[in-house]
């Protein structure tokens, strides 16, 4: 399997994908590493490691209808089979979520269906949860709503900020991301008529 990771930051996640990918015997390749932002963290870390890496700037398409098509091109040309949004921060067209059904994941920091979009830890202290957490899922066009793979969940405690959440819930997304991306290449977590299928065993 040929995966590329979609960034638009930091880049954290780009990088324990990497760096579980690198285990001998993992059943995929990161082979590229994309940017909508030049300014990216994880494009240089993806360059140390050899693997292909560039920004496709969305600020140079007119809509975004004309940057996903950049986008799905530049994927096609290096015969991605799975990618992997990790922090990428634009809303895709329908269109291309549907080119790459059951091939395209992302890892969004709450228990979803709670929380989607942005600001999820302060919004899960404002709902005053005591457990909170990360989830793997297979991208369909809705924003956040697609068929669950994985979650980790972490305890809030009295005295929490947003900001404490976001460092325990970020060291759950670098555990959880690399295991459900091994599933997925492995074929024991697919995507059938919208549903997640599991292998037996899991
Ligand atoms: C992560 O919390 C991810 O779940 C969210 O954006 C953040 C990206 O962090 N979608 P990084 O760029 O991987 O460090």
Wanted: one cysteine or more; aromatic letters at 6%.
């Amino acid at each position: 399997r040929r995966i590329a990771i979609l960034i638009s930051g930091r880049g954290s996640n780009s990088v324990s994908l990497m760096e579980a990918a690198r285990a001998p015997g993992f059943p995929g390749e990161i082979a590229l590493v994309l940017s909508n932002r030049p300014d990216a963290g994880g494009l240089a870390r993806a360059r140390d490691e050899g693997i292909e890496a560039f920004a496709i700037d969305h600020t140079a398409y007119a809509d975004r209808a004309s940057f996903d098509a950049a986008l799905h091109e530049a994927l096609v040309a290096r015969d991605i089979d799975l990618i992997c949004l990790a922090g990428f921060m634009r809303v895709l067209t329908s269109e291309f979520v549907e080119r790459w059904s059951g091939r395209m994941v992302n890892i969004h920091p709450s228990l979803l269906p709670l929380f989607r979009g942005t600001n999820t830890h302060q919004r899960a202290l404002d709902a005053g949860v005591l457990i909170h957490g990360c989830t793997v899922h297979f991208v369909v066009p809705e924003l956040d709503a697609g068929p669950i793979i994985a979650q980790a969940a972490i305890p809030v405690v009295p005295g929490d900020t947003a900001a404490d959440l976001a460092v325990r819930v970020l060291a759950q997304e670098h555990r959880l991301y690399p295991q459900a991306l091994r599933m997925i290449c492995d074929g024991d977590a697919r995507l059938e008529n919208g549903r997640v299928v599991f292998s037996e065993g899991w």
